[in-house]
């Protein structure tokens, strides 16, 4: 099993949007599980059951095994493992049980692996705490979502750095990083074009993908659909979810 996360230290990036509209395209290459492993929890309210009764904070703090939490969605080949953004238990888990399980994560990793999934992705809140640097580096591969926004540049910059600093403590090449997706591009607006040009400079050597600005997002979160199921996305951004799908699943067939 292969495992990405989806993380950025700047909200309203697109994190969730494309680490649901990836998972969903690789669940059409194997079975797929999505970690819902920001509080919020916005992936879980998009795809997820309307009532959640197990999520990630319990599987993490060991009241029940991951398989008691997992959930089918509607898409064929992918799976979710919740977290309630309201009343929810992860927020708690973070502040008082991270610290004491810097490899929850990974367990976690392992555990899915042995249930069969073919890849994991892990859609994190705007944070680079002690949970989110134990899901970073449980991932196989870092993808980083930025809207053409200078807040987003200074993100990149601190995130690329809190990246580098986990790995020299692992003394480990994982994770991989080496992608980064710009959302929400309007190339008719002359900020963003400029923006997404310093992004560009900024990625250095990184290959960038771009989804233009969509409002099939805010539609399909709304209707609990996919991108790919609801027929009315733009051509470019599906053919952007289709492309980083496929570089991914190259990654794990290569390994």
Known sequence: MKTFAFSL?????????????????????????????DPQGNASAWVGPEEI?????????EEYKVQAAIV?????????????????????????????????????????????????????????????????????????????????????????????????KLRSGKPVYNKLVVTALNKSFKRHVGLFRTIQKAAGGMKVYVIPQDQVFGNVQVLRQTVQATGAAKAETLEAIELLARDLADLAGAA
Do not use: H
């Open 72 to 168: 089918k969605t509607a898409t064929p080949g992918l799976w979710l493992l919740p977290s309630a953004g309201q009343g929810g238990n992860l927020k708690k888990f973070i502040e008082r049980g991270a610290a004491d399980n810097p490899f929850c994560m990974q367990a976690l990793a392992d555990e899915a692996a042995g249930l069969g999934f073919r890849y994991m992705v892990i859609d994190l809140s705007p944070a680079f705490g002690t949970f989110e640097r134990a899901a970073v580096t449980a991932a196989d591969e870092v993808v980083t979502p930025v809207t053409p926004e200078q807040f987003c540049l200074d993100g990149l910059r601190i995130f690329a750095e809190n990246l580098a600093d986990a790995r020299k």
């Open 53 to 61: 009764s197990a999520e990630l904070a319990g599987v993490l703090f």
């Open 9 to 37: 230290q700047k909200g309203g990036s697109g994190k969730t949007s494309v680490s649901v509209s990836v998972a969903a395209e690789l669940a059409k290459k194997g079975d797929t599980l999505l970690v819902d492993a």
